[in-house]
């Protein structure tokens, strides 16, 4: 295929692994590094929210955040992400990935540092102004799913642009396991400096005025990473494939690649107008990639499902099983310091370890391998967590659970969680990559919103009298394992749908190759 290609192109498929690569990697992955920082690190202080804005005297438990503001400030920054996903998707191939990209570095920035501000003393002016700016937040986030995958897809090698666009998104993990480690180090020093009692000895003074911030300063911090990338993200030039294939300058992009690989490239000017320049609504897309997107949808929507309904819940079942205390034995920033000790023994033991996984073995065993064995690990775990769970409740088999628990989120990691961003960065046109990685993202949090919104209620104990304060009574987190075992289940078999890229060119995948061999076959023959 490589004698119908670019020789632009084809020089950026045979490169050698050089260091623009990993400064791709580091440039693009300090945004997921942000990204998730900032999406899960709230996860990590909306108990602490609770004792400071929702308070009730005299209860013998602390406050906790009404299911309907609970649900907001969890969900809504998914929310935001949703949409950036769409619209920043579509504008990375309208404008180009390099001019929408630093747009997005600096919303998520703005709107990380405003989210902590939060003006107000009053709980729902403070819950509102949080709400607003994590939307916006989000917001940015989301095009920075499109925009990374795409850029470090074309920036790639064939033969490791799988293992690139991995470690790019491995920065999650990274992200994760910094917002725990650091809400450690803050919950640990205001403890010391502010010693409290615990709420059943003095509930008033269980959470001290200086705890307001403690979840400040860590919804603030994520910022701090992705400033440290704005100028090197403005200086990256547009990828070769944009400048070619979608804005038609050849020249140009054969003079910025000759820049980032130190070789000489010689600058073509062949029509690269292709036979049909189809659209995303078109007959044409539905026949060439019509399966395709509906896979990578599909898969995506059902693995966010499981993996953010478990993030957003894990404090429950660590609280379920032990690890973490009632609630009314600790202080505010003490209950901190327990759900972030455990996020990050996770993310530590489970969550990095699969992430790297699948950047050291994805262009050996290839992309539908991976993801197959993660689909039907998870579903394995999940079952074995469900159908015994009372036995894992008991005090004796605390351990076994958590090594269970780990495992599953090891094969999302090292498997779909990995795969299903990837993917769609290789397998459609470069007029339209950004797009539809967008919508297979889009989708993706749509399954996210299920799960965070959803699971907040579903997993609440069967008996009213026994679910947290203001929600109805759920199907218990036995009955929501089981759930997520079957959602896992799907992802398995819409995993059929979405074709290996493992060391082919990204033209070979979309047929770009061939539509311009032929274009070329068409102007000979007239």
Known sequence: MAGDQLKVLNALDVAKTQWYHFTAIIIAGMGFFTDAYDLFCISLVTKLLGRIYYHVDGSKKPGTLPPNVSAAVNGVALCGTLAGQLFFGWLGDKLGRKRVYGLTLMLMCLSSIASGLSFGKEPKTVMATLCFFRFWLGFGIGGDYPLSATIMSEYANKKTRGAFIAAVF??????????????????SAFNARFNAPAYEVDPIASTPPQADYVWRIILMVGAIPALL?????????????????????????????????????????????????????????????GLHLLGTTSTWFLLDIAFYSQNLFQKDIFSAIGWIPPAKTMNATQEVFRIARAQTLIALCST???YWFTVALIDRIGRFAIQILGFFMMTVFMFALAFPYNHWTHPDHRIGFVVLYSLTFFFAN????????????????????????????????????????????????????????????????????????????????????????????????????EDMAETEMDRSAS
């Open 170 to 187: 491995a920065m999650q993990g990274f992200g994760i396991l910094a917002g725990g480690i650091f809400a450690i180090i803050i919950s």
């Open 229 to 289: 990338t704005f100028y090197s993200r403005m200086k990256m030039p547009e990828t070769a494939r944009y400048t070619a294939l979608v804005a038609k300058n050849t020249k140009q992009a054969a003079a910025d690649m000759s820049k980032v690989l130190n070789v000489d490239i010689e600058a073509e000017q062949p029509n690269v107008e292709q036979k049909k320049s189809y659209g995303l609504f078109s007959k044409e897309f539905l026949r060439r990639h």
């Open 352 to 354: 990095v370890p699969g």
């Open 414 to 513: 090292f498997g779909p969680n990995a795969t299903t961003f990837v993917v769609p960065a290789e397998i459609f046109p470069a007029r339209l990559r950004s797009t539809c990685h967008g919508i297979s993202a889009a989708s993706g949090k749509l399954g996210a919103i299920i799960g965070a919104f959803g699971f907040l209620y579903l997993a609440q104990n069967q008996d009213k009298a026994k679910a947290d304060a203001g929600y109805p009574a759920g199907i218990g987190v036995k009955n929501s394992l089981i759930v997520l075992g079957v959602v896992n289940f799907l992802g398995l078999m819409f995993t059929f749908l979405v074709p290996e890229s493992k060391g082919k060119s990204l033209e070979e995948m979309t047929g770009e190759n």
